[in-house]
């Protein structure tokens, strides 16, 4: 007996629909072609329009390493420590951030401070002085380090 693939009459028994293999196997590989397409389009450049709520930055310990003078570091921007990787920001007088100078995107080294902006030009992911997302593709904002003034020194945990 052969099989037509496009009959659809009802089965002879229990009212079913006839379904051939081939039908059934089409219908399983596009389901799975819609679950690998959908978990590829996650990545899109949107721009984050809500930025997160800024934190209060840890405090450093007692052992925090001298990273720069307080004077070095400029109010409403910030530097790159590339050989430390590491960026310090001051957002506002006496506020000082540290971040680990790598993209959350993909791992790529933060390629400095421009203006009021950390810079990653690897997929031209920016962030805020607090270390949140300004433009994607990123999403995650800057793994913060402890830091703080002491003195005239900025120290980093």
Same mark, same amino acid.
């Given at each position: 007996?052969?099989?037509?693939? %496009? *009959?659809r009459r009802?089965a002879?028994t229990?009212g079913?629909?006839h379904l051939?293999?081939r039908a059934l196997?089409?219908?399983a /590989?596009a389901v799975?072609a819609?679950a690998v &397409?959908?978990?590829? /389009?996650g990545?899109?450049?949107? #721009?984050?329009? %809500?930025?997160?709520?800024p #934190? %209060?930055p =840890?405090?450093?310990?007692p *052992? +925090? +390493? $001298?990273?720069a003078? %307080?004077? *070095?570091? =400029?109010?409403?921007s910030? $530097? ?5 990787r590491? $960026?310090? #920001?001051?957002?506002? +007088?006496g506020?000082y951030?540290?971040?680990?100078? &790598?993209?959350t995107h !993909? /791992? ?5 401070v $421009?203006a009021?902006?950390?810079?990653c030009?690897c ?6 002085l607090d270390g949140t997302? !300004?433009?994607?593709?990123a999403?995650? =904002? &800057?793994?913060a380090? =402890?830091?703080?003034a002491?003195? +005239?020194?900025?120290v980093?945990?």
């Open positions: 007996m052969s099989i037509d693939p %496009t *009959d009802p002879p229990g079913q629909p051939c293999r196997f089409g219908g /590989g799975a819609a &397409l959908s978990a590829c /389009g990545e899109t450049e949107e #721009t984050d329009s %809500t930025p997160a709520a #934190t %209060t =840890p405090e450093p310990g *052992d +925090a +390493a $001298v990273v003078a %307080t004077a *070095d570091i =400029p109010v409403g910030g $530097v790159l420590f590339a050989d430390r590491l $960026v310090v #920001t001051q957002p506002v +007088a506020d951030r540290a971040f680990v100078a &790598l993209c !993909s /791992g790529c080294n933060i390629t400095g $421009v009021d902006e950390i810079v030009d997929h031209g992911s920016r962030f805020r997302v !300004s433009r994607g593709p999403r995650k =904002p &800057l793994k380090r =402890p830091a703080g002491r003195g +005239a020194d900025v980093v945990d």
